[in-house]
């Protein structure tokens, strides 16, 4: 079954549906579901669809002719036909059978293609310009690898700068779309499923949910032989140069460290070297850089935290896990080391689910101000001369309006204090006239929290965590 990406597909489709030359590109780590997405999108087309491989040009140029000529002959024909001379006539018999026809051109890990042959950008450029413009023809280029994608297809350096009618960089899914692939589990078990995958398609895959979490994480992160134990550094291996350096910084922001200083410190190396390893990781989709919403030019609210939640949770458990794992007591280090720490561990991954619901219920217009900016928001309280933190906060400059936000993962209802909290601490923010607040609970909200949000001078939304899935 086919879960989530349903925008991108209705978005491709309303591309292939046009009589004009199209030019998509797809883009997104490894996992992420590109080429699910693509298969999904080919279902009712015809299609000449090839994978390139991080090999030479006749492998490459071979793995073309093949696709072309399954396209148009059949299996039985294509097997008796030779390669194509070079890439420049396969494109151009392309070329002759648009005139009698649509035609849909993927090529899939374009990145290793282009490797194989410096010209293949150029190439297609010529005949974009030359030959397709005018044409009936959708052509899809598709990458794992984010660097090369965004600098030498999307890139002004590119050939192909310009010609681009579409690009799609595509992210983890987000807590609903992922809860989608685990349907007989609580909301709880479904956070935390959304919690260890971080909404990465293939990972979700793995869950199976007859079985508990426990089973689930048993098998999937503390087992020598299972596929997540070592996806981190296989990831890592495959992107980066010198992975050791790269694993340290992931584990100290894993850890806490958000500040430059304080991950130079963790891993003992130069604030410089440092800055150029997270600029890798943020080009990966690995790590992002995070600035209080207000004061995003402002370096001294900035922070690093993991982007990715399935290695947020490999990096802050497995390491402390595998003296246990290897020596045969895996439930020991499940029990021992991730049970005492998991609820911790999801208080922020609720507030990104959070977060999430209420561009949710922006974007649907259910709530009292239009939101321009979301994010957190972290600074001084001149008046008590201590830091304080808001989970979530929503603002419009414009309108001068903001809602604020309170996220409670805990095992006990939200009381009044917190509520009243909230509420002081938008008093920092006077320049925004008309405020609203939203209270997220993992277990609910006492009587005196109920009341409050009832009275009518108090815009004030309360949702349990059974009520972020309930969103029809």
Request: charged share 25%; with cysteine.
């Amino acid at each position: 079954m086919f879960i989530g990406r349903r925008i991108e597909l209705d978005e491709l489709n309303k591309l292939y549906n046009k009589s004009t030359f199209q030019m998509a590109v797809i883009y997104g780590r490894r996992r992420i579901g590109k080429t699910r997405l693509i298969q999904e999108f080919m279902k009712d087309k015809s299609a000449v669809y090839m994978t390139a491989v991080e090999a030479g040009i006749a492998i490459n140029l071979e793995l073309l002719s093949t696709s072309i000529y399954l396209a148009f002959l059949g299996e039985e024909e294509a097997a008796m036909m030779p390669s194509f001379k070079d890439f420049r006539v396969a494109l151009q018999y392309i070329t002759k059978k648009a005139k009698e026809s649509k035609i849909l051109l993927i090529i899939d890990e374009y990145p290793y293609l282009a490797q194989a042959d410096k010209s293949i950008s150029s190439i297609l450029q010529a005949m974009i310009d030359q030959e397709w413009k005018n044409s009936n023809i959708m052509l899809i280029l598709c990458g794992s690898s984010m660097s090369f994608m965004e600098n030498q297809v999307l890139g002004y350096q590119s050939p192909l700068y310009g010609r681009r009618t579409a690009q799609f960089r595509l992210d983890p899914l987000d807590y609903y779309e992922s809860s989608l692939f685990v349907p007989r589990y609580s909301a709880e078990e479904k956070a935390l499923v959304y919690g260890i995958t971080g909404g990465v398609p293939q990972y979700l895959e793995m869950v199976d949910d007859s079985i508990s979490i426990k089973e689930n994480i048993l098998e999937m992160y503390l087992n020598p032989n299972a596929y997540l134990y070592e996806e981190p550094a296989n990831l890592m291996k495959q992107e980066l140069k010198e992975p050791a350096n790269y694993n340290a910084i992931v584990e100290a922001i894993a850890k806490g460290a958000t500040k430059l200083n304080e991950i130079s410190n963790k891993v003992q190396m130069e604030n410089s070297n440092v800055s150029t390893c997270l600029k890798s990781l943020i080009s990966l989709a690995l790590v992002e850089k995070e600035s209080a919403v207000t004061e995003e030019d402002n370096k001294k609210k900035t922070g690093y935290i993991l982007a990715d939640q399935m290695f947020r949770f490999w990096y802050r458990y497995v390491p402390q896990c595998m003296l246990l794992i290897n020596t045969g007591r895996p439930e020991r280090a499940y029990e021992k080391i991730i049970v005492p720490d998991l609820q911790n561990y999801m208080g922020k991954v609720f507030e990104k689910m959070c977060l999430q619901h209420l561009a949710k219920l922006n974007a649907q217009e259910k709530l009292p101000y239009e939101i321009l900016k979301l994010g957190r928001w972290w600074g001084n309280n001149p008046l008590l001369k201590r830091q304080e933190e808001i989970d979530i906060l929503g603002i419009n400059d414009i309108d001068k309006t903001a809602v604020f936000g309170e996220c409670k993962y805990r095992n006990e209802v939200i009381d009044l204090d917190t509520a009243e909290l909230l509420i002081q601490r938008s008093e920092l923010f006077p320049k925004y006239s008309n405020k609203g607040y939203i209270l997220y609970s993992k277990k609910g909200f006492s009587n005196s929290v109920l009341n409050l949000a009832s009275q009518p001078q108090t815009y004030m939304k309360l949702f349990s965590l059974e009520e972020l899935y309930n969103l029809e």
